[in-house]
């Protein structure tokens, strides 16, 4: 009963973390793309050979400090929004979430070995994988149903959307 009661809330937890691993994912090709244009690539084999003369726990220091300085940013996004402008919020966190996950990933991209040469981090890297894996497992056959249901006759697809938001709204309207 109680699985059955936080299945939704396991599902929008695999959503979420899908997501930022979707964004990981996406975000370090334009990262090595805007590398590439941009003469970060001197940038980066300068880094790596720095970071190479790191210890691992030095090497934790050059991975975690670029993204401090966007926590102001967010703040004031956080702000925004607090004070109701809503799409300047946004705007400021959709900015702020890009710039920090193609950061990280630039920069993990170039710290990675040494940081997976601390036993806990492993650890800690091999449990996200599990994790990412096991909310694929929960959110692939649910993707794969939506997938089906819209493939299937697309009439029937719009009747059934429709259906929802009736029964939607007279639940809405029944509880007032």
């Known amino acids: 009963m109680l699985r059955r009661i936080l299945q939704p809330l396991w599902v929008l937890l695999a959503l979420i973390f899908l997501i930022e691993a979707w964004l990981w994912d996406h975000l370090e090709p334009v990262v090595a793309r805007v590398v590439a ?40 996004g956080l702000w925004l929004l607090a004070n109701e402008y809503w799409v300047s919020a946004v705007v400021i966190l959709v900015v702020a979430k890009f710039l920090g996950l193609g950061v990280a ?26 994790v990412r894996a096991k909310a694929h497992a929960i959110v692939d056959p649910i993707k794969l149903r939506i997938k089906e249901a819209m493939r299937a006759d697309r009439r029937g697809w719009s009747a059934r959307l429709l259906r929802m938001i009736q029964h939607f709204r007279k639940r809405v309207h029944a509880a007032r």
């Open 37 to 76: 244009w941009i003469p970060f690539r001197t940038f980066k084999v300068w880094l790596a050979e720095r970071v190479d003369t790191l210890s691992p726990a030095m090497t934790l220091i050059v991975f975690i400090v670029p993204v401090i300085p966007l926590f102001p940013l967010k703040m004031f």
């Open 105 to 130: 990933a630039f920069i993990f991209d170039v710290t990675r070995p040494k940081l997976l040469q601390m036993a806990w981090f492993q650890k800690l890297y091999d449990f996200v994988m599990a």
